[in-house]
């Protein structure tokens, strides 16, 4: 008898009829000898109510109120679905992610996960229950104050629980049927992926694939447990994630997983900077200071007759303002002409571990480009990723020849309605 | 600088400006002097809206998830307070009940509070925060489960947090300006009372009265937390519910307080009953062993011929078909003909302190009654109550008669929309 730990996302329990189709498929995974831990979060759009309501009374909620607040929408939707569980049969308690042992830092609104000391959910699983948990929160170590662990974080939770638990999976149930080889939305003829290693998901996850993010995939590894990212709307094999491929059949690695892309970032030039060392570093640490993040940079050939450079670099959109600021406020002390700030722009990245041993990989991936007319900007690139910056307007043609350049397409238009995950 | 606890039901924190009204009153209460503490239901209809869900999962939820589900509501009430008062520029935080340090017994759905350890909260007060904590909740002893104190279970929370922070007043803020001399949607002349005993005040709640529980009242008399019942909506004074009357006007003790009136009841007669003893006792053994708690009893006088007799109690309604089946399947260890079920019954009670030395009030009562042309059904006294049982369609003239003729009708037309004060 395994031990298996299910997360179910805001959109699989978004009403009564989507709570009692998931306590079903819990209950055949109980039938099936399993010990069942379930990890769900807030129904449909219960976050997005709850905000909503947060700025009718207060224009900035944040901090601690904001995560006591946002935490009441997995309250309601663990105790229904125990409720539904117990309806059909079987025994099922729910827990908050305090009662879970789900212990934080003290960072309100994206606190991280420390510790996971999951005592009552054993002995709830001991005597016979499915353990519901709340996603997306936990308490803080200091303070015993409730925190929720931002965006993505019931994948988080459920990671964290199985690996406290020893799980034997831990499986990611959302609306779509697993990781595939390209956005569905963009590309008809992705494909879904059988197996991924943790090292290409967590490059296609920092590419701007949403389907797990990076932080998830990042606990997983180090913990090695493996993760099955399936539809909880279908009964089919989804994806899996794990070091190794499970099971009998033999899955070959393939050379390439999938392209992934993102329009979430802007370009940030800066323009007229002296060449001489400790420049870059200037910038970099005022940016850093400003407690920004930044993706990709690239230092332009200085022009030998000026001894000016420029430097660019990516980071999110929603940080640009703040790093504009952050820059201005210390031009003097940094030294540069102007700065430009583009948000026109979007990420184009090939992920595959096959890239270390075939050398072509690069050389194809530019020519797919080239033959899109599509112009590149930036470059750069890991041992398991290239990425390359053109305009918005180019992505989705951008994606599409890549796919197709590397004999991804599927024979069929799959077409699946791709959504986020919840939280 | 005293310590106030204030009560908020449901009503007064229906909507956001409800929440940021309410905020503005607390910061008042701060400004002048007072370290406070707030004890806030659900919003308006949210603990409907979640019973609802909850039955559309399953048909009889109840227990520890149905707590669990329930507890989200003033989760959400308590931390969008928190911020609409940090909004205005002071310090809050939120607490639930299990935070606060309310202790409980463990039947959920109507838990008794058996301690409370408010130690977060003095924590909170002392680094001059505004305390926000969960009404109707609480954590139980045993197994640190959430469980919930049932209906009027937010007043029994302030009250609690009051005797343990030995607050100088708590205030219950609802939708009425106080507690009247009979229910204002019967009697329109009905006049506020400004200040009434602790036994009147719990005569007046166990005869009907819904402003204040019971419970809550019994409470506060325990502990000797004077009240003060209010209105959220106006500036107005209340009703001082207190040992003694407050402040420097001497208040003389009304002869009589008030008239409540209740058709909740049903009246169950057994007919046939041989009139020896231990008959009574086989009766309310079976009632009391189906956990029905009974309110008046009568017993005919026996017929000499037959030697058997009838006996009469009242009920509330919810309980009438558990207690038939219950005497139903005790038939013949009690030994009776047949069960009259009679559900159009109605309540009167006057009460009033001065009636142990008034002698003529119980005549004056039925006199009224009989000049109304009410017939009585049952009779049932304290030493400060009169209570009678009539029709059920005769209780409100039956009310407005003997609200007049103890000299209780006010000059003018108060008329106050009457409505519950949440849980």
Not at 72 to 94: D, P, T, V, Y
Not at 375 to 396: F, H, Q
Request: proline residues 2%; hydrophobic residues 40%.
């Amino acid at each position: 008898m395994g031990l298996v730990v299910q997360k179910y996302g805001g959109s699989s329990v978004a009403d009564a009829e989507g709570i009692k189709r998931v306590a079903k498929r819990i209950v055949e995974a109980k039938k099936n000898g399993n010990q069942v831990v379930v990890v769900v979060s807030a129904m449909g759009d219960t976050t997005d109510e709850l905000i909503d309501l947060a700025e009718q009374v207060s224009p900035m909620p944040a901090g601690r109120e904001f995560d006591m607040l946002l935490t009441a929408g997995e309250r309601i939707s663990m105790a229904l679905l125990a409720m539904a569980i117990k309806n059909l049969g079987h025994e099922a308690q729910s827990f908050t992610g305090s009662q879970a042992g789900v212990i934080t830092d003290s960072v309100h609104n994206k606190a991280r996960i420390i510790d996971v000391t999951p005592g009552r959910i054993r002995t709830a699983l001991d005597e016979g229950n499915i353990a519901i948990v709340a996603g997306f929160q936990g308490v803080s170590q200091d303070k015993k104050d409730i925190t929720t662990l931002g965006r993505g974080g019931s994948d988080t939770t459920a990671v964290a629980l199985a690996a406290a638990l020893d799980a034997e999976v831990c499986e990611i149930y959302t609306d779509v049927d697993g990781v595939f080889t390209a956005d569905p939305r963009v590309v008809k003829k992705a494909k879904k992926i059988d197996w991924i290693s943790f090292e290409d998901m967590l490059e296609l996850a920092a590419s701007g694939s949403k389907v797990l993010l990076h932080r998830c995939v990042e606990y997983a590894r180090r913990y090695n447990i493996p993760i099955h990212v399936r539809s909880s709307f279908s009964g089919l094999q989804g994806t899996w994630v794990s070091s190794e491929p499970i099971g009998d059949k033999k899955v070959e690695q393939a050379i390439i997983s999938g392209v992934a892309h993102d329009t979430s970032e802007a370009k940030i030039t800066v323009v007229g900077v002296p060449d001489k060392p400790g420049e870059a570093a200037a910038i970099f640490r005022t940016i850093a200071d400003a407690e920004i993040n930044i993706d990709m940079v690239v230092q332009n050939v200085s022009a030998a007759s000026t001894g000016l450079t420029d430097i660019s670099f990516t980071l999110p959109k929603t940080e640009g303002r703040k790093a504009i600021d952050a820059l201005e406020k210390n031009r003097s002390g940094i030294g540069f002409d102007s700065l430009r700030y583009d948000d026109q722009i979007g990420k184009i990245s090939l992920v595959g571990a096959g890239m270390k041993t075939n050398p072509g990989v690069t050389a194809a991936f530019f020519e797919a480009l080239s033959d899109a007319g599509v112009n590149i900007e930036l470059i750069s690139t890991s041992e398991i990723r290239i990425s390359v910056v053109t305009r918005a307007d180019d992505v989705a043609e951008a994606v599409r020849a890549v796919h197709t350049a590397f004999g991804l397409d599927s024979d069929s238009d799959e077409a699946v309605v791709y959504g986020g995950t919840g939280r």
